[in-house]
């Protein structure tokens, strides 16, 4: 059916996925469509692991446009030529944990938006991962509060959602905060989705959108392991330094879905995709997600998520993607299926690598190297079971992060 190797059908259709919500495609289409951004000059602030890719959406656009700007990115995800083609100033900073280089890049924000003109304007694109690379604290904060606290969000359990409400509640920032310094000037904000319901306020933790219910901070930070000093309260949705903030977005988990679907058909394949938003332990999704595909009828069925792991004292290797793989691989052993799982931004967890496509001898394969996969799950380590059984699936940095996608395949 247009590939005669299933686990390259879906390493085929995966790229599929991504290549329709890779940033600097999406922002140029977006300046492209007729409701787009009014031409003239403004500045450009960048935030997230696609924000040098979306930089480029606007460097084939609107060059001429740029005045000067900010582009905070991920650690190794920087382009020298994006600086030979606009004039901004390019900083790293770690993800998923913060450090002082985040503090570093989100003073660099806060400094930029109070040095420009009261009449200036602004493009703001933003994308996941923004919530580690940008950070201010309040007055008194211990920075390596910040790292401790993240760390533990991260093995905690906790969806994205409960996480960035935490985030915010330390926040100098996040929550509309550093909107607020736009002081009611024009900002026209492109957003690549990297949570369910593509709430502007909750992509990248909220940094220009106001807040419709505010959370009460204390209550947020009531149980947490450390203990940060709180800021200013974030401000309401309709605060007037916000009434300019215009959201765009311009990719979405969906529209990858989608993508994967059309690939999927255009190879022969009958396809079903599910509106099922994969939540929860990855061990226990990755099981069920396997046995829908070896239960049902042959074809592609995909899915979109984020599932959360729960981490031991000392995690091994591996991310979300990678453990539900492993377990999806002991519901699949023995059988003529396969399904990869993969993040769609290249980075599954600390690693290097996207996620996993396995298949029917894929425990055969890893534990035929003295691996054990129930031990591997146990203790985190489900990446080094996998790459063992030659099952890890690199992409490198995609220029996009919409969350997850997980496609199956029965023949």
Known sequence: MGYPDPREALRAFHRAGIAAVEGRAAVARALNEPSAIPHGPFHLLAIGKAAVAMAHGVADQRADDVLGGRVVTRCG??????????????????????????????????????????????????????????????????????????????????????MNRIRTAVSGIKGGRLGARLRGRRADVLLISDVPGDDPAVIGSGLFFGQNTPDDPAEVIRDLPVQLP???????????????????????????????????????????????????????????????????????????????????????RGGRMQTLALAAASVMADTACCLLAAGTDGADGPGEDAGAVIDGGTLQRGMANGDDPVTALAAADAGHFLAASGDLVQTGPTGTNVMDLVIGLKS
Do not use: K, M
Not at 260 to 269: E, P
């Open 77 to 162: 995800y920087a382009d020298a030529d994006l600086t030979r083609r606009l004039p901004v100033e390019v900083l790293t900073a770690p993800h998923p944990v913060p450090d002082e280089r985040s503090l570093a890049a989100g003073q660099a924000l806060v400094d930029y938006l109070d040095d420009t003109p009261n009449d200036a304007r602004f493009v703001c694109l933003i994308s996941g991962g923004a919530s580690s690379l940008v950070e201010q604290l309040a007055d008194g904060a211990d920075p390596q509060a910040l790292s401790v606290l993240n760390e533990w969000l991260l093995g905690s359990g906790l969806d994205i959602g409960q």
């Open 230 to 316: 709180l800021p200013p309260p974030p401000p309401a949705v309709n605060n007037p330094a916000l009434v300019r903030v215009h959201p765009s977005i311009i990719a979405s988990n969906r529209l990858a879905r989608e993508a994967v679907a059309q690939a999927a058909q255009a190879a022969g394949w009958a396809v079903s995709c599910s509106d099922q938003f994969i939540e929860g332990e990855a061990s226990v999704a990755g099981r069920a997600l396997a046995e829908a595909v070896v239960s049902g009828p042959p074809g592609i069925t995909i899915w979109g998520g984020e599932p959360t792991v729960t981490l031991p004292a000392n995690p091994g």
